[in-house]
């Protein structure tokens, strides 16, 4: 199947600065990345679309302005979590898509963010 | 917005016995619907998917069945093993690169 990754796998920052986590697929052009959290045992909830080249399609409640949303080329999206506050500590995981996986969602392994 | 509704949340069966896990959904323009099972701290692995066009869909020990007129799909696991404990999530989607909407989730544990 088709390979995801992202970096870095753990992140522990300090409230109030800035991370990013990059989302990779190795061995496809990926036409569209979802981006998504995932408190601890809840289900995961879609924060964002992306299509490569346009801007970030987010769902209701996710402050565009607090996640940036990158995805620059066919291989990489990147999401910036701005000013970061302990509620922001979750599971972060990604999922890329496109022609060559039959529109199928493949996920990265995930970013664990812990904000003090 | 599509709503997707996963029942129950946990459940606890023999090794060796069926796992039922039973999802709704509300979007009638809903056309796929994939399972993934998620390990602690990891990814999640799609294990078996169906699309509308089709009414059951079997893999070994996994099968899924899906009712469009009645808007619900289940996923059936037989002769659970150990290795099957984990949670379990129903997604549903229309399909192509349309987003995911996934249930709540099922940890299921497999007693030796």
């Known amino acids: 199947g088709a390979v995801v990754s992202q970096h870095p796998s753990r992140v522990i920052c300090k409230s109030g600065t800035s991370v990013k986590i990059e989302c990779r697929s190795l061995d496809f052009q990926a036409t569209t990345m979802f981006w998504y959290r995932q408190f601890p045992k809840q289900s995961l909830m879609l924060m964002a679309t992306?299509?490569?080249?346009?801007?970030?399609?987010?769902e209701q409640g996710v402050e565009k302005d607090k996640f940036l949303i990158n995805h620059a080329s066919l291989t990489l999206s990147t999401l910036t979590v701005t000013s970061a506050h302990p509620e922001d500590s979750s599971f972060y995981i990604c999922?890329?898509?496109?022609?060559?996986?039959?529109?199928?969602?493949?996920f990265g392994p995930g970013t664990r963010l812990t904000v003090l | 917005g599509e709503n997707v509704e996963q029942h129950p949340s946990t459940l606890s069966v023999q090794e060796g016995d069926s796992a039922v896990i039973k999802c709704t959904y509300s979007?009638?323009?809903?056309?796929?619907f994939p399972w993934y099972k998620q390990e602690l701290g990891k990814r999640p692995q799609l294990i078996i998917d169906?699309?509308?066009?089709?009414g059951e869909k079997k893999d070994q020990r996994i099968a899924v069945t899906l009712n469009k007129t009645a808007k619900h799909f289940s996923l059936h696991i037989t002769e659970t093993q150990p290795e099957d404990s984990a949670v379990y999530f129903c997604a549903a989607s229309r399909g192509g690169n349309e987003k995911l909407t996934f249930g709540t989730g099922t940890r299921l544990t497999i007693i030796p």
């Open positions: 979007d009638s323009a809903s056309n796929y």
């Open positions: 169906i699309r509308s066009n089709v």
């Open positions: 999922s890329a898509s496109g022609l060559a996986t039959g529109h199928e969602q493949f």
């Open positions: 992306s299509n490569e080249g346009s801007k970030a399609t987010y």
